[in-house]
C-alpha cells in the first residue's frame, strides 16, 4: 500500500516574505511545519542572501506553481562598485578590486538604458542549472568552471533609486530566469570597475506584491493559536492566474475537459493560455489551439 502524506489537505497560495540568511527550501519546510499542510511547493528559489516575496503553493495550488516560475519579477537590488566577487554577491571570494571613477547620475543612467530590453546573460557557476545531472553551484565550489550556454532574457525596467560613491540602488523588473548577479556583474563591467551585489529584495512574482507578503515571526505567532488561524492568509490558487483570459464552460463542455478532450468554445476571444472556470468557480489550465478548440491543460481536482 502507498503510504499518505501526514498533514493536513489545504489549498491555496501563501505570500511569504523569505527573511535574508534562509534557503526558500527551508523557509517552505517551516511554513509547511507551521500550516500543518500535507502537500506545498515554492515557485521559484530566492538565494540565501535575497529577502522578500516567496509564494508558497499548498495542495492543489502546486498545480499551478510552474505558472508562477514563468512569471515576470521584480526587485530591489544594491550592487557594490569596486570590487568583482566569484559569485557575483557578497557571499563569494573577492576575484578583482578596482577604483570607482566619479560617477554621474546622467551617465549611470545612459549605461542601464543598455541593459533594457533583450539581452544575452551567462549564466553564473553559482547557480542551479545542472550539468550531467550536477548543480554548477557544486562544482564550482570545486573550483570546477565549465562553459555555459548564453541564455536571452527581457528587462523591462532597470531605473537608478539611489547612486553613492560606490555603490548603485536599483529597481529591476525582468523576466523569468533572469540572473540578478551576472547583471549586476555586467552593470559593474560597463562602468569600468566591476560590482557585485550585496543586498537583493524580490518585490514582486507575476501578479502578486510584496505589501500583501507575511513574515515566518507572524505566521508563526498565527500558528501558535492553532494551525487553522493562518489559513485565511492563503489566496485561491486561481489568483496566480489573474492576468490570463477566462473562458466559461457549460457542464457539458466540463465533462469532457475532465476526460481530457479539446472542446469547441464558442466567442473564444483569447489565446495561448487561459483560466477555465464554470458556475462553481475555477476548474483548471487551458490552452487555445489553432483549430479554435480549447484543450484542457490542468484540471483542477483531477489527476491531469
Not at 124 to 145: C, F, N, T, W
Not at 173 to 190: E, F, N, V
Amino acid at each position: 500500500m502507498t503510504r499518505r502524506s501526514s498533514g493536513r489537505p489545504i489549498n491555496g497560495i501563501l505570500l511569504l516574505d523569505k527573511p535574508v540568511g534562509m534557503s526558500s527550501n527551508h523557509a517552505l519546510q517551516k511554513a509547511k511545519r507551521l500550516l500543518r499542510a500535507r502537500k506545498a511547493g515554492h515557485t521559484g528559489s530566492l538565494d540565501p542572501l535575497a529577502s522578500g516575496l516567496l509564494p508558497l503553493c499548498f495542495g492543489e495550488a502546486t498545480k499551478v506553481s510552474g505558472y508562477l516560475l514563468d512569471a515576470d519579477k521584480t526587485y530591489q537590488a544594491s550592487i557594490r562598485l569596486g570590487v568583482t566577487t566569484s559569485s557575483g554577491d557578497s557571499e563569494g571570494e573577492v576575484i578583482d578590486t578596482s577604483a570607482v571613477p566619479a560617477l554621474q547620475e546622467k551617465m549611470v543612467r545612459d549605461v542601464l538604458m543598455g541593459f533594457t530590453g533583450e539581452i544575452s546573460q551567462i549564466p553564473p557557476m553559482h547557480s542551479a542549472i545542472k550539468r550531467d545531472g550536477v548543480p554548477l553551484y557544486r562544482l564550482a565550489r570545486q573550483g570546477i568552471v565549465v562553459e555555459r550556454e548564453p541564455r536571452v532574457v527581457w528587462i523591462h525596467e532597470l531605473t537608478l533609486l539611489q547612486l553613492s560613491a560606490n555603490e548603485l540602488e536599483v529597481y529591476i523588473r525582468c523576466s523569468k530566469g533572469t540572473y540578478i548577479r551576472s547583471l549586476a556583474q555586467d552593470i559593474g563591467a560597463a562602468l569600468g570597475c566591476g560590482g557585485h551585489i550585496c543586498a537583493l529584495r524580490r518585490l514582486g512574482s507575476g501578479p502578486f506584491d510584496i505589501e500583501d507578503a507575511i513574515t515566518l515571526d507572524k505566521l508563526e505567532l498565527l500558528a501558535r493559536e492553532t494551525p487553522s488561524a493562518a489559513d485565511d492568509l492563503l489566496l485561491p490558487m486561481e489568483s496566480a492566474l489573474t492576468n490570463w483570459p477566462d473562458v466559461k464552460l457549460t457542464d457539458d463542455a466540463a465533462y469532457y475537459m475532465r476526460k481530457g478532450q479539446p472542446v469547441f468554445i464558442p466567442r473564444v476571444a483569447a489565446d495561448g493560455w487561459v483560466r477555465l472556470s464554470t458556475d462553481t468557480g475555477f476548474f483548471g489550465i487551458g490552452q487555445v489551439m489553432d483549430d479554435g478548440r480549447v484543450a484542457p491543460r490542468r484540471i483542477i481536482g483531477s489527476r491531469a
